[in-house]
C-alpha cells in the first residue's frame, strides 16, 4: 500500500501562483511515477502532469504546458506541482496519483494505481 497526502491547494486570483505538494509513504519502494490529474464540477478528471520516479521524465497535458511544472524529491518521496500564470479554468479538485508498475501511459487515470484525497485549487478572475 502506498499513502498520499497533498497539500498546497487554496484561492488565488488569475494570473498568480500556487504550489501544491504530495508525500508519500508506506511501500514507497515500489514508485514508478507520480502523477497530477484534477477534476472540476461536471467534468471529467483531467491530467495535468506526471513524473518517472527514476528518471524524471515528464509529461504534461496540453492545457497547462509552460504554466506548471512538475519535480519531484526522490529522498522526501514528494512531487510538486508549480502551477504559474493560473486561469479561472484551473479551478479544479488536484489529485495525486502514484503508480507502481511500468508500462501503460502516463496520461491514463486508470494506469495509477493509488490516489490522494485531492486539494481544491480556485482561480478568481
Known amino acids: 500500500q502506498v499513502q498520499l497526502v497533498e497539500s498546497g491547494g487554496g484561492l488565488v486570483q488569475a494570473g498568480g501562483s500556487l504550489r501544491l505538494s504530495c508525500a508519500a509513504s508506506?511501500?514507497?519502494?515500489?514508485?514508478?511515477?507520480m502523477g497530477w490529474f484534477r477534476q472540476a464540477p461536471g467534468k471529467d478528471r483531467e491530467f495535468v502532469a506526471a513524473t518517472g520516479w527514476s528518471r524524471g521524465t515528464t509529461y504534461y497535458g496540453d492545457s497547462v504546458k509552460g504554466r506548471f511544472t512538475i519535480s519531484r524529491d526522490n529522498g522526501k518521496n514528494t512531487v510538486y506541482l508549480q502551477m504559474n500564470s493560473l486561469k479561472a479554468e484551473d479551478t479544479a479538485v488536484y489529485y495525486c496519483?502514484?503508480?507502481?508498475?511500468?508500462?501503460?501511459?502516463?496520461?491514463?487515470?486508470?494506469?495509477?494505481?493509488?490516489w490522494g484525497q485531492g486539494t481544491q485549487v480556485t482561480v478568481s478572475s
Open positions: 508506506g511501500r514507497t519502494f515500489s514508485l514508478s511515477g
Open positions: 496519483a502514484v503508480r507502481t508498475y511500468d508500462g501503460g501511459s502516463y496520461y491514463s487515470a486508470s494506469d495509477y494505481n493509488y
